[in-house]
């Protein structure tokens, strides 16, 4: 008997074939994860052999998440050691000192994707102390910076204290900038991690957020229609920061595909809807909700969520391997199955390839983003494929556009 499939398929057999082939699981080692050895006892006896191989089994698959995790802590020093020496490169090739004020904040801003940057000088020569980084010094400012450690291990912890104060609303006038953060009793306000940056909110910002809203009587929004329901590991991606809202929206993967809308409330915004205070023509959907019941049953039943963590941590560990020094390419974030490669130049192109070349389907955000949003029901194999078909599109990318 050389082959299974040279006899009926039979218990028999099966370990005939096994018999003759002692080789077998040596070609097929993966399938070893998956066998579960029974004792000859009976169901309710342990075997003590089994037992082993299970620990053995979860002690692999932590060493396994190590790992990732000093690759990715390995990947993110590197790309950090590379904006330092881009940014330092960048103040070398300044050729007049006048300049340098100009290209340190411009440089910073571009290099490490900071939304603000403002540079202010106190105690210059008379011939400097005219210009704009010497003008508008606040002694709140003043009073920070002296603060400030040497490493800047205290820096969160002196923003947090300063959020409490006016300090904020100085060092927005000093830094020469018009719009302040104005919130009244009357003024709704919403907070809103956009996904199209990819970019993580600091803990910190976030809860002085949600104690502005408090003490000023204020509703906490949340826009979770695209982060919501396990995209980014846990159900809600507000709670990776332990944020509490008063109103959360959901859409999009809370049915599967199914068009369906949500707006849940709770704290100070519970009840604030009765029946028949909001209509809507699209509201109340039974096919819509009975398949959004559904799909929760199914993600909980699964543990997707938790499923989506897993795989974005593997996403994100091998993107960063494999395109690790690729010299186009400006970062690699992502949280959960929410993932994004922005890249050091325009990139809208890639949409159309990635279909016609690789058979993906991508966006590009902020003209210079890949955003990656892969299903939740993906296997490692999958997973894996997409890193594999992204990371062949931008070397080609790459490739191509420094041949133009």
Known sequence: ????????????????????????????????????????????????????????????????????????????????????????????????????PHALTASLQHTFDVPQVALRLWNVAGAHSGTVYTMGVSDDAKAFAKALKSDGSNFTALCSAYASSDFYKKAYKAAGYSTQLDVTKTTLKNVVATPASLLAL?????????????????????????????????????EHYNLKPDIVTLAKGLAGGVPIGACVTAGKAKGLFGPGNHGSTFGGNPLACRVACTVLGIMER?????????????????????????????????????????LKRNCQELV????????????????????????????????????????????DSGASHQAV
């Open 202 to 238: 600091d803990p910190d910002y976030v809860q002085a957020v949600r104690k502005l809203c408090d003490e000023k009587d204020l509703v906490l929004i949340v826009d979770e229609v695209q982060t919501g329901v396990g995209r980014t590991g846990t159900f809600l991606c507000c």
């Open 352 to 395: 159309g390839r990635a279909l016609a070349e690789q058979r993906l389907l991508i966006t590009v955000t902020r003209e210079r983003t890949i955003r990656l949003l892969p299903p939740l029901i993906c296997d490692e194999a999958q997973i894996d494929d997409i890193v594999a078909r992204v990371a062949s599109l931008c070397r």
């Open 1 to 100: 008997m050389n082959s299974l499939t040279d006899t009926a398929m039979t218990e028999e057999s099966i370990a005939d074939y096994l018999q003759e082939n002692p080789d077998f699981f040596e070609r097929h080692a993966e399938m070893l994860t998956g066998v579960r050895l029974i004792s000859g006892h009976g169901p309710r006896a342990v075997s003590l052999q089994e037992r082993q191989a299970e620990m053995l089994r979860e002690k692999i698959k932590g060493l396994e998440h190590r790992i990732m995790d000093m690759m990715r802590h390995g990947s993110e020093n590197a790309a950090i050691a590379s904006k330092i020496h881009q940014w330092t490169h960048a103040l070398v090739k300044v050729q007049d000192l006048r300049e340098l």
């Open 302 to 342: 699964d543990g997707m969520a938790q499923r989506a963590a897993l795989l974005g941590e593997r996403l994100l560990a091998g993107l960063r391997l494999a395109l690790a020094g690729h010299p186009g390419v400006q970062a690699i974030r992502g949280l959960g199955l929410m993932a994004g490669i922005e």
